[in-house]
Structure formats: structure tokens, C-alpha cells
């Protein structure tokens, strides 16, 4: 797997201290995904090895901004993550 971000993991984007640190690939993603009446606008997601830190009630922060992790999914050891960018 290719590295090119360490990105903070979080319970919530108010928490003081993250409960770990992921390595992984992260890109750059334009893709609307409607969960139930709501739209999510995603803007990046983020390739990592498993890890059952990030569910899909974890935030992750990156470069000082937190995302919404949305629909993880674990592919084999590998998980994608889908993220929406929280508003400040």
C-alpha cells in the first residue's frame, strides 16, 4: 500500500486527544453519496490498513480539519473511507 498521509483518529471533533494515529493514502474524491434524506458531499477518502479505531462514528483530522468518516468499508485488511469535510 502506497503511504502518503498519518492522519489523527477521534471519537468525536470535540475531543481534546486523538485515540491514535493511521497511515495510509489519501486522494482527493468529488462524489455526492445520499445516506437515508441526507446528501454528503465527499471530498476526499483515505486507504489505510485495517484498523477497528475507525468505524463509521470516527472523525479523522487532517492538515487541522476534520472529516466524518462515511461508509468504511474492509476490504481483505484494507479499508476505505469515505470523508465529509466537518464545517468549522
Known sequence: MF?????????????L???GLVDGDL?????????EEFVFCISKRFYC??????TKKSFLK???EFYK??????????M???LYKCQS
Open 80 to 82: 476505505e473511507i469515505m
Open 17 to 19: 486527544k486523538s485515540i
Open 27 to 35: 486522494q482527493e474524491y468529488d462524489k455526492q453519496i445520499k445516506i
Open 49 to 54: 490498513e485495517y484498523t477497528n479505531l475507525i
Open 62 to 64: 487532517i492538515d487541522n
Open 69 to 78: 468518516c462515511i461508509k468504511p468499508k474492509n476490504y481483505g485488511g484494507c
Open 3 to 15: 503511504y502518503n498521509a498519518t492522519v489523527d483518529i477521534y471519537n468525536l471533533p470535540t475531543d
